[in-house]
């Protein structure tokens, strides 16, 4: 790609920077989410087999960061080739957002789980059943499809998907963008992060006053907790306040969106961490996961030396 991109308003943003470390930043996020979110399927499935409700808040989550991640070549590619594909492009475009603020979704669904299991063992129950889990699942999925469904029919897209773009980025950004990103900045991550924050505190709470939790125990969970919050932060936190610094600060403001153009991109590239990140906080981290996926590779190896035996 060149150097220079030219908005629509004559507004020159360098990209010379961002040509070379955000597409490494995609490739790394690709290259480590596919297999772990890979294994996250599987061991998801072994707890939906095993009736626990857990495994459907993760199969979910693994599912949203799959779709997320393969993404990511598309925009990779963009900044060797121009892919004139506006159809592809408008797709990718929609799957991108909707995944994006569906995966902050399910990691509180599986962070209110944890809470209420752990805090309120013998209540709520109702609200752990296969059945409720794949009804919260469902709804997760209805908003934001929905969500999205009306801003591409206010815009009259459907009719035009195939010659005409769905997100074209402007420099500097436009002033009706405001509202957008101030609803986007409170609901999808502040309100999540608040949740994420309140179930790890709780969770904390009722195991450190726990007399049948040894200390050991408890630092594994609280590191657990702790790194959870941390991806979460790393991954959204960036691009979300530089789109709300960007709304408030720079339409009609070209000086402004050449000097945070580079962390813009650096920022929104970081969003791919989470995708990368899920699979080893919820299965790496897990003993009951580890085991699940040593046996899996342990069945593989037994397979491939029959198979190697009979040749």
């Given at each position: 790609?060149?150097?220079v991109?030219?908005?629509n308003?004559?507004?020159?943003?360098?990209t010379?920077?961002e040509?070379?470390?955000?597409?490494?930043?995609?490739?790394?996020?690709?290259?480590?989410?596919?297999?772990?979110?890979?294994?996250?399927i599987?061991?998801?499935?072994?707890?939906?087999?095993?009736?626990?409700?857990?495994?459907?808040?993760l199969?979910?989550?693994?599912?949203v960061?799959?779709?997320?991640?393969?993404?990511?070549p598309?925009?990779?590619m963009?900044?060797i080739?121009?892919i004139?594909?506006?159809?592809?492009?408008?797709?990718?475009i929609?799957v991108?957002?909707?995944?994006?603020y569906?995966?902050?979704a399910?990691?509180?669904?599986?962070?209110?789980?944890?809470?209420?299991?752990?805090?309120h063992?013998?209540?709520?129950?109702?609200?752990?059943?296969?059945?409720?889990t794949?009804?919260?699942?469902?709804?997760?999925?209805?908003?934001q499809l929905?969500f999205?469904?009306?801003?591409?029919?206010?815009?009259?897209?459907?009719?035009?998907?195939a010659?005409?773009?769905?997100?074209v980025?402007?420099?500097?950004?436009?002033s009706?963008?405001?509202?957008?990103?101030?609803?986007?900045?409170s609901?999808?991550?502040c309100?999540?992060?608040?949740?994420?924050?309140?179930?790890?505190?709780?969770i904390?709470?009722?195991?450190e006053g726990?007399?049948?939790?040894?200390?050991?125990?408890k630092?594994?969970i609280?590191?657990?907790?702790?790194?959870?919050?941390?991806?979460?932060v790393?991954?959204?936190?960036?691009y979300?306040?530089?789109?709300?610094?960007r709304?408030?600060v720079e339409p009609g403001?070209?000086?402004f969106?050449?000097?945070t153009y580079?962390?813009?991109?650096?920022?929104?590239?970081l969003?791919g961490?989470?995708?990368a990140?899920?699979?080893?906080?919820?299965?790496?981290?897990?003993?009951?996961?580890k085991?699940d996926?040593?046996n899996?590779?342990m069945r593989?190896?037994i397979?491939l030396?029959r198979?190697?035996?009979?040749?």
């Amino acid at each position: 790609m060149d150097n220079v991109t030219q908005s629509n308003s004559n507004c020159s943003v360098d990209t010379s920077v961002e040509s070379v470390l955000v597409p490494s930043m995609y490739m790394a996020s690709f290259l480590v989410s596919i297999p772990g979110n890979c294994l996250s399927i599987y061991v998801a499935c072994l707890h939906v087999k095993r009736d626990n409700e857990i495994g459907i808040y993760l199969l979910n989550l693994s599912v949203v960061d799959i779709l997320y991640t393969l993404t990511l070549p598309y925009w990779f590619m963009e900044y060797i080739i121009v892919i004139p594909n506006k159809a592809l492009y408008n797709v990718l475009i929609i799957v991108m957002y909707s995944t994006m603020y569906l995966s902050p979704a399910f990691l509180c669904c599986i962070s209110m789980n944890r809470y209420l299991a752990i805090v309120h063992p013998l209540r709520f129950f109702g609200l752990r059943t296969v059945r409720a889990t794949i009804l919260a699942s469902s709804v997760c999925w209805t908003i934001q499809l929905m969500f999205h469904a009306l801003l591409l029919h206010r815009q009259n897209f459907f009719s035009t998907f195939a010659s005409s773009l769905v997100y074209v980025e402007v420099y500097p950004m436009k002033s009706t963008l405001f509202v957008e990103y101030i609803a986007r900045f409170s609901a999808g991550f502040c309100l999540p992060l608040t949740l994420l924050l309140f179930c790890s505190h709780r969770i904390f709470k009722a195991i450190e006053g726990s007399i049948t939790t040894v200390k050991k125990e408890k630092k594994k969970i609280a590191k657990l907790l702790f790194q959870l919050i941390l991806v979460y932060v790393i991954s959204f936190g960036p691009y979300q306040i530089v789109m709300l610094v960007r709304s408030l600060v720079e339409p009609g403001n070209c000086n402004f969106a050449q000097k945070t153009y580079t962390f813009y991109k650096v920022a929104f590239a970081l969003t791919g961490l989470n995708c990368a990140a899920d699979p080893i906080i919820y299965c790496l981290l897990c003993e009951s996961a580890k085991c699940d996926i040593s046996n899996f590779f342990m069945r593989m190896k037994i397979n491939l030396q029959r198979l190697y035996a009979k040749f």
